[in-house]
């Protein structure tokens, strides 16, 4: 009886009628087909300009693709680079990167081809930092920018909505992650209709952007590494023991960002704080191997292809150089997201405990290393899960990871985020 009474003083919001969900159908598809076009354009010319630096011109130069000299000259020559552009450019490449985060911010027209412009000498000189928050960053100020005025009508929140799905959409190669992003967005904010009234056109826009993804360039996050049969105790155990190891190294991390971006900050200027990174990168390079540059996910697909080829030293250096390198890239400057070097880290940490203890199945290991440490890097628990889950192809280990979460989120909620305030602080 008091169950029925407390069900029925919650509110509950009015469904959308559909004639007021139709007109948003063209809008999201024009948006989800855009955006993900301006990631693989972006993502095509940066591997192509990657082709040329670390393959054609040493070859050309007689010099090792990835040897220290190359290394040190490619990533401090990729901060001269961005450097001017932050400098030079109009916009300057948009704001301080450290003070933003995964969410959808408006940046004015005149800062998006610096932006663009900055992130594909990023990603193709070896910072460690993937193309998502600059990329969600350009689609969403576009979208803004065409869209108001061409359907004054609509509201004006709804393209950054539509741009924010539309690109994590075309990013991951499915609009799940998106849904999952959005609803986490949504909680606890009052909803004008039920919550999948408000999921309509961003899931449209996602699912236009992720199938656009597909049909041009066939994207996949699945590693390939062995599937998971019959849960076993052992494998409860390692993913409960991983997930918080990962989310503490990644803590570690978080906690040092804020003195390594005011150590960056105090050189005062782009052509001395993004050269001076790009050289700290190029010995960090150098220390852990070349797989340790890059966004990291074609590098983690290397990895787990052989799981056995390194030995758990060699795992725990690379996992270890790759966060001081993604704590260095995001510091001084470099656009660029989280994500992606985040999942090399938890790939490289949950390999290294197998390689310790082989009855560690690789796959459990890489899934709760990359849950927890994307726990703690990006605050993000659904598109945590969700990265984890669709690196192991397994519908068991998502038991696994949702048990896994529960100890490493309270070790990470609450406490400091990988995200700056204008004066410097950390984000809570």
Request: aromatic share 6%; net charge positive.
């Given at each position: 009886?008091?169950?029925?009474?407390?069900?029925?003083?919650?509110?509950?919001?009015?469904?959308?009628?559909?004639?007021?969900?139709?007109?948003?159908?063209?809008?999201?598809?024009?948006?989800?087909?855009?955006?993900?076009?301006?990631?693989?354009?972006?993502?095509?010319?940066?591997?192509?300009?990657?082709?040329?630096?670390?393959?054609?011109?040493?070859?050309?130069?007689?010099?090792?693709?990835?040897?220290?000299?190359?290394?040190?000259?490619?990533?401090?020559?990729?901060?001269?680079?961005?450097?001017?552009?932050?400098?030079?450019?109009?916009?300057?490449?948009?704001?301080?990167?450290?003070?933003?985060?995964?969410?959808?911010?408006?940046?004015?027209?005149?800062?998006?081809?610096?932006?663009?412009?900055?992130?594909?000498?990023?990603?193709?000189?070896?910072?460690?930092?993937?193309?998502?928050?600059?990329?969600?960053?350009?689609n969403v100020g576009l979208a803004l920018w065409l869209g108001r005025p061409a359907m004054p009508r609509l509201p004006g929140s709804l393209w950054p909505a539509l741009a924010d799905a539309a690109t994590l959409g075309a990013l991951f190669g499915t609009p799940v992650a998106a849904a999952?992003?959005?609803?986490?967005?949504?909680?606890?904010?009052?909803?004008?209709?039920?919550?999948?009234?408000?999921?309509?056109?961003?899931?449209?826009?996602?699912?236009?952007?992720?199938?656009?993804?597909?049909?041009?360039?066939?994207?996949?996050?699945?590693?390939?590494?062995?599937?998971?049969?019959?849960?076993?105790?052992?494998?409860?155990?390692?993913?409960?023991?991983?997930?918080?190891?990962?989310?503490?190294?990644?803590?570690?991390?978080?906690?040092?960002?804020?003195?390594?971006?005011?150590?960056?900050?105090?050189?005062?200027?782009?052509?001395?704080?993004?050269?001076?990174?790009?050289?700290?990168?190029?010995?960090?390079?150098?220390?852990?191997?070349?797989?340790?540059?890059?966004?990291?996910?074609?590098?983690?697909?290397?990895?787990?292809?052989?799981?056995?080829?390194?030995?758990?030293?060699?795992?725990?250096?690379?996992?270890?150089?790759?966060?001081?390198?993604?704590?260095?890239?995001?510091?001084?400057?470099?656009?660029?997201?989280?994500?992606?070097?985040?999942?090399?880290?938890?790939?490289?940490?949950?390999?290294?405990?197998?390689?310790?203890?082989?009855?560690?199945?690789?796959?459990?290991?890489?899934?709760?290393?990359?849950?927890?440490?994307?726990?703690?890097?990006?605050?993000?628990?659904?598109?945590?899960?969700?990265?984890?889950?669709?690196?192991?192809?397994?519908?068991?280990?998502?038991?696994?990871?949702?048990?896994?979460?529960?100890?490493?989120?309270?070790?990470?909620?609450?406490?400091?985020?990988?995200?700056?305030?204008?004066?410097?602080?950390?984000?809570?």
């Open positions: 009886m008091a169950q029925d009474t407390a069900r029925q003083a919650l509110p509950t919001p009015p469904s959308t009628p559909a004639r007021a969900l139709l007109p948003l159908i063209v809008p999201s598809l024009v948006v989800g087909v855009g955006c993900s076009l301006l990631f693989l354009i972006v993502s095509s010319l940066a591997e192509r300009l990657q082709h040329v630096l670390w393959n054609n011109l040493p070859d050309a130069l007689g010099v090792g693709r990835y040897s220290v000299l190359w290394m040190l000259v490619m990533l401090t020559a990729t901060g001269v680079a961005v450097g001017l552009v932050v400098w030079k450019v109009p916009g300057h490449a948009g704001p301080d990167p450290a003070s933003l985060g995964l969410e959808a911010v408006a940046l004015p027209p005149a800062a998006l081809p610096g932006l663009l412009l900055a992130t594909v000498l990023m990603l193709a000189g070896g910072p460690s930092l993937g193309p998502e928050n600059p990329i969600i960053a350009v999952l992003v959005i609803s986490e967005a949504l909680a606890g904010k009052p909803l004008k209709g039920a919550l999948w009234d408000n999921l309509f056109g961003p899931l449209t826009a996602a699912g236009a952007g992720a199938m656009t993804t597909a049909l041009l360039a066939r994207p996949t996050l699945d590693l390939g590494l062995p599937a998971i049969g019959r849960l076993r105790w052992p494998d409860l155990l390692s993913a409960l023991v991983l997930a918080p190891v990962a989310a503490l190294l990644g803590m570690v991390a978080v906690c040092a960002f804020p003195y390594v971006h005011a150590v960056f900050r105090r050189l005062g200027h782009p052509m001395v704080a993004l050269p001076a990174g790009g050289l700290v990168l190029g010995l960090l390079g150098a220390l852990g191997g070349h797989l340790t540059l890059f966004k990291g996910l074609d590098e983690v697909a290397e990895l787990a292809k052989d799981p056995e080829g390194w030995s758990a030293g060699q795992f725990a250096v690379m996992a270890v150089v790759k966060l001081a390198a993604l704590v260095v890239a995001a510091a001084c400057g470099f656009r660029g997201g989280r994500i992606f070097p985040s999942v090399f880290i938890g790939a490289a940490l949950g390999l290294c405990a197998h390689a310790l203890v082989p009855a560690v199945q690789p796959s459990v290991g890489v899934a709760a290393g990359v849950l927890g440490m994307l726990l703690a890097i990006t605050r993000q628990g659904w598109v945590s899960l969700f990265t984890a889950a669709v690196l192991v192809a397994s519908p068991s280990i998502i038991t696994l990871l949702c048990i896994a979460s529960l100890p490493a989120w309270l070790l990470v909620t609450g406490r400091p985020k990988m995200q700056l305030r204008a004066d410097g602080t950390a984000l809570r």
